[in-house]
């Protein structure tokens, strides 16, 4: 007898003694590793959707996981008979923004000056020698996100994209939001949650269509806790107040000038160039991190006139408003609900997932399905049509209460079914609050209403899909007119492109930070007020209008 395995999808019959990994390479499909299956490397981490019975008790490499997670060339076939469904940290083709759209920086010319250029047959890295060759000179810009990562591979002397990766982030095993990853890394000391982002990346780029040794630098956007713990930097003063990366405290100290960062590639474990440079952007200020300042790049904030704001909406959504003459930043803690965390049918944006979704007057519930398969779960997208939809025709109230004492909510038919409960909705209610009240409070202390802005940038994956009406109706997004609203898409790793292909726009962002106001919302007294507010589903007004009508 044998079990009966589900390896991302695809089916096997698993006997007694095999490891996970095996039974995976029997597939086809592969598992990052550095240690040939040793459990020394920690890379080959698997998560257990169903079956953990089957496998063998956890062994002592197995020891940094929790929950639902395996190292899977220590994890076993125990049984005789039974089920397993499992999968890799890359689940299938996920759909992450990788690119972005309607940036003013599309619009304007700027010249590419990148730091590696090319002499004759010398390759000069800041006019330093490093190689020689007639190839082309390739360069990655890679966005680092608590939930997704985005990889883009360009050409540095023409500014072509010539390929690009995305997927989920790897680490989710040390938790889902930015205060667990740091706990985890706190206390595994091994640097697990770093190398096991390596192998990943390592796999993305020895799948592009170039040779690997023909990249010489990589431009690293993300947030303040995910590019520190990428170069292998401590993270635990970010969990701790006032939540400084050691960065900023060794720039407040006199140690350092800046809070970018620069690394030889070999040292961070990437199959590149063995003298090619990582350069992590500048910070701004505290959870305010790289990702932010590229989003300030992409939007050429340096050189705008006009009173913008720019939001991505995530685990730790970041928003900025200002212009040329000033900037104010804030970061909101809003935890992963968004991005199908904690909820009980919520899903990244892979095949079967809702991403659209209405429901008529008799109650019929019509949804669009990632895919076009059976539906699965709801990603973000489908959790705001549908708490817009539950809104809008009064089977919820603002408070997030089902009319009637109503129980689960079927989304969807099915094996299991798909259902939506007032639980899911409180976690989503409180990651609202959070978004809500540090809009409310940006634009507070910068002492403007929102009718003020001439343009709200939505970045991110999850902004670009968001339907805005639905966004405005259940506030998650300011009630302005929709027209001064733009979906950008993944404005981070455009950043990170501008700056790896422009030193003088990497130098214009070095200044720039320097001179933006960090909001701190956690210290602001008006925070759990604004917070209790943002939880109900009702648009989003001025904060000003009560004092200042």
């Excluded at 002592?60 to 089920?83: D, N, V, Y």
């Excluded at 706990?183 to 949650?193: G, M, S």
């Excluded at 899911?424 to 609050?433: C, E, H, I, S, T």
């Amino acid at each position: 007898m044998s079990v009966a395995l589900n390896f991302n999808g695809l089916s096997c019959e698993a006997d007694v003694g095999n490891s996970l990994f095996t039974c995976a390479e029997s597939l086809g499909i592969p598992v990052p590793t550095s240690c040939n299956k040793q459990g020394k490397c920690k890379e080959c981490v698997v998560e257990v959707a169903e079956g953990m019975e089957c496998l063998s008790q956890r062994s002592p490499p197995e020891a940094h996981l929790k929950g639902a997670f395996r190292l899977s060339c220590c994890a076993r076939i125990a049984a005789e008979a039974g089920a397993i469904r499992c999968h890799t940290m890359r689940r299938g083709t996920m759909r992450i923004e990788s690119h972005a759209f309607e940036l003013p920086v599309h619009g304007k010319a700027w010249k590419i000056d990148p730091a590696v250029r090319r002499e004759g047959e010398r390759i000069l890295l800041d006019g330093v020698e490093i190689d020689r060759g007639t190839g082309p000179l390739h360069g990655l810009a890679i966005d680092l996100g608590t939930t997704t990562i985005v990889v883009r591979l360009l050409n540095l002397e023409t500014g072509v994209v010539v390929a690009d990766s995305s997927f989920e982030n790897p680490q989710r095993f040390g938790g889902s939001d930015i205060m667990a990853r740091i706990q985890y890394d706190t206390e595994d000391r091994t640097k697990t949650l770093q190398r096991t982002l390596a192998g990943y990346l390592s796999r993305a780029i020895q799948e592009f269509p170039v040779d690997p040794r023909s990249i010489y630098e990589v431009v690293i956007a993300g947030n303040s806790t995910m590019r520190d713990m990428f170069f292998k930097l401590s993270v635990y003063s970010i969990g701790q107040s006032p939540y400084q990366s050691i960065t900023e405290l060794e720039v407040a100290s006199g140690a350092r000038t800046t809070t970018s960062l620069s690394e030889q590639a070999r040292r961070l474990s990437l199959p590149i160039h063995p003298k090619a440079r990582v350069y992590g952007l500048p910070i701004i200020s505290g959870h305010v991190g790289a990702d932010a300042a590229a989003c300030m790049l992409a939007i050429d904030l340096a050189n705008e006139e006009r009173v913008v704001a720019v939001m991505d909406i995530g685990t730790n959504t970041e928003l900025i408003v200002g212009n040329k003459h000033r900037v104010l930043a804030a970061s909101c803690p809003a935890g992963p609900a968004f991005e199908g965390g904690e909820i009980r049918f919520g899903m990244p944006g892979l095949p079967g997932a809702i991403e659209k979704l209405a429901i008529d007057a008799e109650g019929t519930v019509t949804t669009t399905v990632i895919g076009d398969g059976p539906a699965e779960g709801l990603c973000g997208s489908g959790l705001v049509d549908l708490l817009s939809e539950l809104l809008r025709t009064g089977r919820m109230n603002a408070l997030g209460r089902f009319e009637g004492g109503a129980g689960d909510f079927t989304v969807a038919a099915g094996d299991p079914p798909v259902t939506f409960s007032e639980a899911d909705v409180n976690a989503l209610a409180q990651a609202k609050g959070a978004n809500v009240a540090g809009l409310q409070i940006a634009f507070k202390e910068y002492g403007i209403r929102y009718q003020d802005l001439e343009v709200f940038y939505l970045a991110g994956g999850f902004g670009r899909h968001l339907n805005i009406e639905s966004s405005k109706r259940i506030g998650l997004i300011p009630n302005i007119p929709a027209e001064r609203i733009v979906q950008v898409g993944n404005a981070s790793v455009e950043g990170a492109c501008i700056a790896l292909l422009s030193c003088a726009k990497r130098a214009e962002l070095e200044a720039l930070v320097k001179r933006v106001t960090h909001c701190r919302l956690e210290t602001h007294e008006g925070f759990f007020d604004y917070f209790v507010e943002g939880c109900q589903f009702a648009p989003v007004e001025n904060a000003l209008e009560a004092t200042n009508p």
